[in-house]
């Protein structure tokens, strides 16, 4: 009560806002006359000059009225157009990183181009959001002329632009717009570059989201995830078993007998479930592969699949850890001895098996890359955001994403008229009532906007319109461009359109005076969203610049929303009004009833989207992490040297731990023969013993880091320096990539289970936190051991002029490997579905259904 006489006496924290807002109007208004009575010529001059001052370090908001003046003034010039007074104020709205909430038809596509303007300035690139490539592609060229008066360049993300020329040419423009799937595909593709040239993104400076709670609510419930098959030559598994079945099996050192070696072609490590296959075992292999060196940079995946084999033949045993039924293995769980339906052991084992069994190979998915829309927008030093119906969730723009929704007012007054709800008692009732007053209003030639919660309902009243007689479109969100024609036409005199409730945003309905004179656009509601904010863009669809217009909403006991909120009272009010068959109430409480029941829904999916946000935000600093270093990997004038050393040095320490050396050990018990043993096993880098006799711990650590070190200075000293550098980091992104991959797999599984935690009184997100961080630094030191390992197995052979160009060769193959994985399968957060009986992308030959888009739970080294 005390807050509503305030708010009557002071105005809204809102109103406050927009009259501070007001004051600096004028400003930008007293400056139209200067530019209006400038030539194109010299507009542009006045435009450039003040970019200059921009660029020399002079802030946005010391040229805001001057620009905003110019860009008015570019507007009249080129579009036609001139930007209202509350145009102007939305745009410093944007400018100032914050919501504009603008009514349906109040031109925020014309709005935007002032703060995009604005910040293109620096240099630094502005990207405008919008909804599908439809509006992205139209926005540009439309708003393209007023940019391209002004100097500035633009251009459009599109999806099917496979060409990352095209791409980055984009990017490069001054404005860039696009969708929000594509400039987040975009950002995670770019993190899988193996040349820093190859990206196509240049930063994140400043983003105009259109639409803004469509795309940072509505859409960030699903995250970005793009995944592929983990290796696209099965024949190389096949290859693989032969191979390990003609190798021999052997015992390992004797530690008691000095300078005693493995036997055999592998040695069988069964408590730590490894293999090690020996020198030997190496050279057999090469000559079964028929190549000069197995550990060669060409013949990398050799290596791993006869690892993978040897491990199928001799540490998985069917009936007991898997079972064979038809043409598919079956894991069995090793806790309940239960099989394990539709999972598959990770890194190719499955297919080793498959290939050990007999059976078809099947090519294995798994996620590459994922990020949520929260995490990526909120990459950009400045984001804004526009649409007509934010307010509803502006706590969740405030706690997610730090942004301020302010109301600005219509250019005209609105008057429309909301009609209340009408309540029926059963869903056949609504519907019958509904069609009498499309018929109602369709034989006076009053256009008709019909809106559906699905498009099951959609269908529904199409059947019954075809009945009836009445000539109708249907809006189906499938066809962006021919959705944009539709919901446009849906003004004209005696239309009767039927759409869900979101389709055809961004497109305008406009009347002509006939349509006005008939009371304008209706706007018919056959039930509540769970939302009232898509309700709200529903009514926005009529009453666009102070047009006349109507909405009512037509709801039923049946409708899900009443019938979980509230049914039961409303039947029991009827029920005593003595209201028959096909009639109706109509009363504001019950249209209050309807709206609270919205609220609770609204405030369970906002904790429901912050839920899954916290727990993204631990796997996004470690992402962040891993995107850094891997950007300091692709730096042309980043040193490894520094790395390989501390890396080095982290793996011999890891080395003694694993043969129970420590530093409060005595030195008169290291088990030096177990630690030679294991170097050589693990490296295949031989020490004599007597090399080590007597040393403490330190000296140990440091005489090994010493030998290590020099021996490969000594194998790299036939490279250039350049040619060092390269091959290093190729190998280091290797090793960075794979280990990534799998941290995902283990990230998702812990997510999955980590719910149960719950049932024996701890935190489940603060359990997940713990086990994330020690999942990241079994990261972090297999980063370091792999890439150690990695680089010792090289070898190198001189090779005259092939060898000048081995590492960019090593590095073009990957990054085509990677980028068919890409083409193979993108999941696009349900925008691009293939048809479940359409050939899978990844070239199998069989049906999507049978390959990739295979249901089932997801996969992982831990299945």
Same mark, same amino acid.
């Given at each position: 009560?005390?807050?509503?006489?305030?708010?009557?006496?002071?105005?809204?924290?809102?109103?406050?806002?927009?009259?501070?807002?007001?004051?600096?109007?004028?400003?930008?208004?007293?400056?139209?006359?200067?530019?209006?009575?400038?030539?194109?010529?010299?507009?542009?001059?006045?435009?450039?000059?003040?970019?200059?001052? /921009?660029?020399?370090?002079?802030?946005?908001?010391?040229?805001?009225?001057?620009?905003?003046?110019?860009?008015?003034?570019?507007?009249?010039?080129?579009?036609?157009?001139?930007?209202?007074?509350? !145009?102007?104020?939305?745009?410093?709205?944007?400018?100032?990183?914050?919501?504009?909430?603008?009514?349906?038809?109040?031109?925020?596509?014309?709005?935007?181009?002032? #703060?995009?303007?604005?910040?293109?300035?620096?240099?630094?690139?502005?990207?405008?959001?919008?909804?599908?490539?439809?509006?992205?592609?139209?926005?540009?060229?439309?708003?393209?002329?007023?940019?391209?008066?002004?100097?500035?360049?633009?251009?459009?993300?599109?999806?099917?632009?496979?060409?990352?020329?095209?791409?980055?040419?984009?990017?490069?423009?001054?404005?860039?717009?696009?969708?929000?799937?594509?400039?987040?595909?975009?950002?995670?593709?770019?993190?899988?570059?193996?040349?820093?040239?190859?990206?196509?993104?240049?930063?994140?400076?400043?983003?105009?989201?259109?639409?803004?709670? +469509?795309?940072?609510?509505?859409?960030?419930?699903?995250?970005?995830?793009?995944?592929?098959?983990?290796?696209?030559?099965?024949?190389?598994?096949?290859?693989?078993?032969?191979?390990?079945?003609?190798?021999?099996?052997?015992?390992?050192?004797?530690?008691?007998?000095?300078?005693?070696?493995?036997?055999?072609?592998?040695?069988?490590?069964?408590?730590?479930?490894?293999?090690?296959?020996?020198?030997?075992?190496? +050279?057999?292999?090469?000559?079964?592969?028929?190549?000069?060196?197995?550990?060669?940079?060409?013949?990398?995946?050799?290596?791993?699949?006869?690892?993978?084999?040897?491990?199928?033949?001799?540490?998985?045993?069917?009936?007991?850890?898997?079972?064979?039924?038809?043409?598919?293995?079956?894991?069995?769980?090793?806790?309940?001895?239960?099989?394990?339906?539709?999972?598959?052991?990770?890194?190719?084992?499955? !297919?080793?098996?498959?290939?050990?069994?007999?059976?078809?190979? !099947?090519?294995?998915?798994?996620?590459?890359?994922? *990020?949520?829309?929260?995490?990526?927008?909120?990459?950009?030093?400045?984001?804004?955001?526009?649409?007509?119906?934010?307010?509803?969730?502006? *706590?969740?723009? +405030?706690?997610?994403?730090?942004?301020?929704?302010?109301?600005?007012?219509?250019?005209?007054?609105?008057?429309?008229?909301?009609?209340?709800?009408?309540?029926?008692?059963?869903?056949?009732?609504?519907?019958?009532?509904?069609?009498?007053?499309?018929?109602?209003?369709?034989?006076?030639?009053?256009?008709?906007? /019909?809106?559906?919660?699905?498009?099951?309902?959609?269908?529904?009243?199409?059947?019954?319109?075809?009945?009836?007689?009445?000539?109708?479109?249907?809006?189906?969100?499938?066809?962006?461009?021919?959705?944009?024609?539709?919901?446009?036409?849906?003004?004209?005199?005696?239309?009767?359109?039927?759409?869900?409730?979101?389709?055809?945003?961004?497109?305008?309905?406009?009347?002509?005076?006939?349509?006005?004179?008939?009371?304008?656009?209706?706007?018919?509601?056959?039930?509540?969203?769970?939302?009232?904010?898509?309700?709200?863009?529903?009514?926005?669809?009529?009453?666009?610049?102070?047009? #006349?217009?109507?909405?009512?909403?037509?709801?039923?006991?049946?409708?899900?929303?009443?019938?979980?909120?509230?049914?039961?009272?409303?039947?029991?009010?009827?029920?005593?009004?003595?209201?028959?068959?096909?009639?109706?109430?109509?009363?504001?409480?019950?249209?209050?009833?309807?709206?609270?029941?919205?609220?609770?829904?609204?405030?369970?999916?906002?904790?429901?989207?912050?839920?899954?946000?916290?727990?993204?935000?631990?796997?996004?600093?470690?992402?962040?992490?891993?995107?850094?270093?891997?950007?300091?990997?692709?730096?042309?004038?980043?040193?490894?040297?520094?790395?390989?050393?501390?890396?080095?040095?982290?793996?011999?320490?890891?080395?003694?731990?694993?043969?129970?050396?420590?530093?409060?050990?005595?030195?008169?018990?290291?088990?030096?023969?177990?630690? /030679?043993?294991?170097?050589?096993?693990?490296?295949?880098?031989?020490?004599?013993?007597?090399?080590?006799?007597?040393?403490?711990?330190?000296?140990?650590?440091?005489?090994?880091?010493?030998?290590?070190?020099?021996?490969?200075?000594?194998?790299? +000293?036939?490279?250039?320096?350049?040619?060092?550098?390269?091959?290093?980091?190729?190998?280091?992104?290797?090793?960075?990539?794979?280990?990534?991959?799998?941290?995902?797999?283990?990230?998702?599984?812990?997510?999955?289970?980590?719910?149960?935690?719950?049932?024996?009184?701890?935190?489940?997100?603060?359990?997940?936190?713990?086990?994330?961080?020690?999942?990241?630094?079994?990261?972090?030191?297999?980063?370091?051991?792999?890439?150690?390992?990695?680089?010792?197995?090289?070898?190198?052979?001189?090779?005259?002029?092939?060898?000048?160009?081995?590492?960019?060769?090593?590095?073009?193959?990957?990054?085509?490997?990677?980028?068919?994985?890409?083409?193979?399968?993108? !999941?696009?957060?349900?925008?691009?579905?293939?048809?479940?009986?359409?050939?899978? #992308?990844?070239?199998?030959?069989?049906?999507?259904?049978?390959?990739?888009?295979?249901?089932?739970?997801?996969?992982?080294?831990?299945?």
């Amino acid at each position: 009560m005390i807050s509503t006489i305030f708010q009557k006496i002071f105005g809204t924290q809102n109103d406050r806002e927009v009259k501070k807002y007001y004051k600096r109007l004028k400003g930008v208004n007293e400056l139209e006359a200067k530019y209006e009575n400038m030539s194109d010529d010299e507009l542009k001059a006045a435009f450039n000059a003040l970019k200059d001052e /921009v660029r020399a370090g002079k802030s946005e908001d010391e040229v805001l009225n001057d620009v905003f003046a110019i860009v008015r003034e570019a507007g009249k010039r080129t579009l036609g157009m001139r930007h209202f007074d509350v !145009q102007i104020i939305g745009g410093m709205v944007l400018h100032e990183g914050r919501i504009a909430e603008m009514k349906t038809g109040e031109g925020k596509t014309l709005v935007a181009t002032l #703060p995009v303007v604005l910040n293109a300035m620096s240099g630094k690139g502005v990207h405008v959001v919008t909804v599908n490539d439809y509006l992205a592609k139209r926005d540009a060229t439309q708003m393209g002329v007023l940019y391209n008066f002004l100097g500035l360049s633009v251009d459009v993300a599109l999806s099917g632009q496979n060409s990352d020329s095209i791409r980055k040419a984009a990017y490069d423009a001054d404005i860039t717009y696009g969708t929000n799937s594509e400039f987040g595909f975009d950002y995670l593709r770019d993190n899988m570059k193996f040349d820093e040239n190859d990206k196509v993104q240049r930063g994140h400076n400043f983003v105009i989201v259109d639409e803004v709670d +469509s795309i940072l609510i509505d859409e960030a419930r699903t995250p970005l995830i793009i995944s592929g098959p983990t290796n696209r030559t099965l024949d190389g598994y096949i290859k693989a078993n032969d191979v390990a079945k003609k190798l021999v099996r052997g015992e390992p050192a004797d530690l008691s007998v000095p300078g005693s070696k493995p036997t055999g072609d592998f040695v069988v490590d069964e408590k730590n479930r490894n293999i090690i296959i020996t020198e030997e075992g190496i +050279s057999n292999a090469e000559k079964l592969f028929g190549v000069e060196n197995l550990y060669d940079l060409n013949n990398a995946i050799l290596s791993h699949h006869l690892d993978q084999a040897l491990k199928a033949h001799n540490l998985f045993e069917k009936d007991v850890h898997y079972v064979l039924r038809g043409n598919e293995i079956v894991i069995v769980d090793e806790f309940t001895g239960r099989l394990s339906e539709g999972r598959r052991f990770s890194e190719g084992l499955h !297919q080793a098996l498959e290939a050990k069994e007999g059976v078809q190979i !099947q090519e294995e998915s798994q996620t590459l890359a994922d *990020t949520t829309y929260q995490n990526y927008f909120r990459m950009y030093k400045k984001m804004a955001g526009m649409t007509g119906t934010a307010q509803t969730e502006a *706590t969740e723009f +405030s706690q997610i994403y730090k942004l301020e929704v302010i109301s600005i007012p219509t250019n005209v007054p609105v008057k429309r008229i909301d009609a209340n709800d009408l309540i029926y008692k059963t869903t056949a009732e609504k519907f019958k009532a509904v069609i009498d007053e499309i018929k109602k209003a369709n034989s006076k030639g009053q256009p008709v906007l /019909v809106g559906t919660a699905s498009i099951e309902r959609s269908e529904m009243l199409h059947e019954m319109l075809v009945k009836a007689g009445i000539a109708h479109s249907v809006l189906n969100a499938k066809n962006h461009e021919k959705e944009a024609e539709i919901i446009a036409e849906a003004g004209k005199k005696g239309a009767v359109t039927i759409a869900t409730n979101m389709a055809g945003r961004g497109v305008d309905i406009r009347i002509d005076d006939e349509v006005r004179a008939l009371g304008g656009l209706y706007i018919i509601g056959t039930e509540r969203h769970e939302s009232r904010r898509i309700d709200n863009q529903l009514r926005g669809r009529a009453g666009r610049q102070g047009d #006349p217009g109507m909405s009512r909403f037509y709801l039923s006991l049946e409708d899900n929303l009443l019938r979980i909120f509230g049914a039961d009272r409303i039947k029991a009010i009827m029920d005593r009004l003595g209201i028959d068959e096909g009639e109706s109430i109509e009363s504001k409480l019950v249209t209050r009833a309807v709206e609270n029941a919205q609220k609770k829904v609204e405030n369970l999916h906002f904790e429901a989207r912050k839920h899954l946000l916290e727990y993204d935000d631990v796997a996004n600093e470690q992402r962040k992490t891993i995107y850094k270093y891997r950007d300091e990997l692709l730096d042309k004038e980043y040193d490894m040297s520094e790395k390989i050393a501390e890396n080095r040095l982290a793996y011999v320490t890891n080395l003694l731990e694993s043969v129970e050396i420590f530093e409060i050990t005595m030195k008169e018990d290291f088990d030096l023969k177990a630690l /030679v043993s294991h170097l050589e096993s693990d490296s295949s880098e031989s020490i004599d013993e007597s090399e080590l006799a007597g040393l403490d711990y330190n000296e140990l650590v440091a005489k090994i880091c010493e030998i290590l070190e020099q021996r490969y200075t000594e194998k790299m +000293s036939i490279l250039s320096a350049e040619q060092k550098r390269e091959i290093e980091k190729v190998l280091y992104l290797q090793v960075l990539d794979g280990a990534w991959r799998e941290h995902l797999y283990q990230m998702d599984i812990l997510k999955t289970g980590i719910g149960l935690r719950g049932y024996n009184q701890k935190d489940p997100l603060t359990e997940y936190k713990k086990e994330s961080y020690n999942l990241f630094v079994e990261l972090v030191t297999r980063l370091k051991t792999e890439s150690v390992k990695m680089l010792s197995l090289l070898r190198l052979k001189p090779r005259d002029e092939a060898l000048q160009d081995e590492a960019a060769a090593m590095r073009s193959r990957m990054q085509d490997e990677q980028n068919e994985m890409l083409r193979a399968e993108e !999941q696009l957060s349900g925008n691009k579905k293939i048809p479940r009986n359409a050939p899978c #992308p990844c070239g199998s030959g069989k049906k999507y259904k049978e390959c990739h888009g295979k249901s089932g739970p997801k996969k992982g080294v831990f299945a």
